[in-house]
């Protein structure tokens, strides 16, 4: 079992920047792929991206290509999201989650069995 702890959300301009971290517990971090989720109000929690349990494999959902960029620290029991070049469509809670299960790729929630509680990104105009 891991227990995870997001950071790093807060206000930020539209072309500003965050680092967001989520930390985790327990000794067996590398053995989880690791997903980041937003979820705006009235919306459903959308996929944004995946590290894989080494670092050596990511993935982003289209709309954050080039700007977002997910990594991780194995011997610290974190992984990052780093997000450039914000928008205000960014605004949303973002969540990191992690996957047990050995798959090149999943982008569904249900999918991933551990959650942290979720950090306030907010983006101004």
């Known amino acids: 079992q891991v227990q995870l702890v997001e950071s790093g959300g807060g206000l930020v301009q539209a072309g500003g920047s965050l680092r967001l971290s989520c930390a985790a517990s327990?000794?067996?971090?590398?053995?989880?792929?690791m997903g980041w989720f937003r979820q705006a109000p009235g919306k459903e929690r959308e996929f944004v991206a995946r590290?894989?349990?080494?670092?050596?494999?990511?993935y982003y959902t289209d709309s954050v290509k080039g700007r977002f960029t997910t990594s991780r620290e194995n011997a610290k029991n974190t992984v990052y999201l780093q997000m450039n070049s914000l928008k205000p469509e960014d605004t949303a809670v973002y969540y990191c989650?992690?996957?047990?299960?050995?798959?090149?790729?999943?982008?569904?929630?249900?999918?991933?069995?551990?959650w942290g509680q979720g950090t306030q990104v907010t983006v101004s105009s």
């Open positions: 989650a992690a996957d047990s299960k050995y798959r090149i790729l999943t982008t569904r929630p249900e999918n991933y069995n551990y």
């Open positions: 327990g000794r067996t971090f590398s053995s989880y792929a």
């Open positions: 590290i894989s349990r080494s670092g050596g494999n990511l």
